[in-house]
Each structure stands twice: as C-alpha cells, then as structure tokens.
C-alpha cells in the first residue's frame, strides 16, 4: 500500500463519507505532516520532562537512559517522550488526579 493509499483509507475511515471537507482537510494535514516531519528529541535547554512522564533520555555521547543517571558526568542534551500502554496511561491519569486535586479537610485529619 502507497502512502497516498494509506492516508486516503484513514481519511475515509475518520470523515465516515460524512462530510467532504472532514475528508480533504484530513488527506490535507497528513501530507502537510510528511512535508514537514517533527524531530522527536526535545533539547533539555528548551523544556524539561513533566513529572510522572516516561521518557527516554540521550547525553551528549549518545547513550540513552529511561531515567537521569546519577553519576555528574554524564551530560544529558536531550530527551523524549516513551508512550504509554493503555493500562499504565489509566494509572498515570488517576495518579496525576490525585496530585493536581488539593487536600479537603477530611484529609488533612
């Protein structure tokens, strides 16, 4: 399958033959999106991982690490995102819930 077939099929999946524009802007985006693909890597001068996000991080030598390595020589530069499965992204929403949601009275009792 082409790529033009591929987003033609995801096109028609999402617009369900509803609407004409939902279709075209679709086939639309997605080839704007393969012009312009995204580098994945995030520079740590430019934002730091929130907390509770699974990411993968790379020094300045090329390693990579699921977590900030204790030893202060390694330079991390970079870092990016490691997705979720379902079940842990479930976990991690209630968990983050959690820890946005201020204290009631009842808690701090």
């Known amino acids: 399958m082409t790529r033009e077939q591929q987003i033609e099929k995801a096109a028609t999946a999402k617009s369900?033959?509803?609407t004409?524009?939902?279709y075209e802007a679709f086939v639309e985006g997605a080839k704007w999106?393969?012009?312009?693909p995204q580098d994945p890597w995030i520079s740590i001068e430019d934002a730091?991982?929130?907390?509770?996000?699974?990411?993968?991080?790379?020094?300045?030598?090329?390693?990579?690490?699921t977590e900030v390595?204790?030893?202060?020589?390694?330079?991390?530069?970079?870092?990016?995102?490691?997705?979720y499965c379902?079940?842990?992204?479930?976990?991690?929403?209630k968990l983050k819930k959690l820890l946005d949601t201020p204290p009631t009275k009842e808690d701090k009792q």
Not at 33 to 36: C, K, Q, S
Not at 69 to 83: G, R
Not at 86 to 93: D, I, K, M, Y
Request: charged share 25%; aromatic share 18%; proline share 12%.
């Open 86 to 93: 379902p079940p842990l992204q479930a976990f991690c929403n």
């Open 16 to 18: 369900r033959g509803e």
């Open 33 to 36: 999106a393969d012009e312009h």
């Open 48 to 65: 730091r991982p929130a907390l509770l996000e699974f990411v993968l991080y790379c020094d300045e030598d090329g390693e990579y690490y």
């Open 69 to 83: 390595p204790q030893n202060e020589d390694v330079k991390i530069t970079h870092w990016m995102y490691i997705p």
């Open 20 to 22: 004409p524009y939902y």
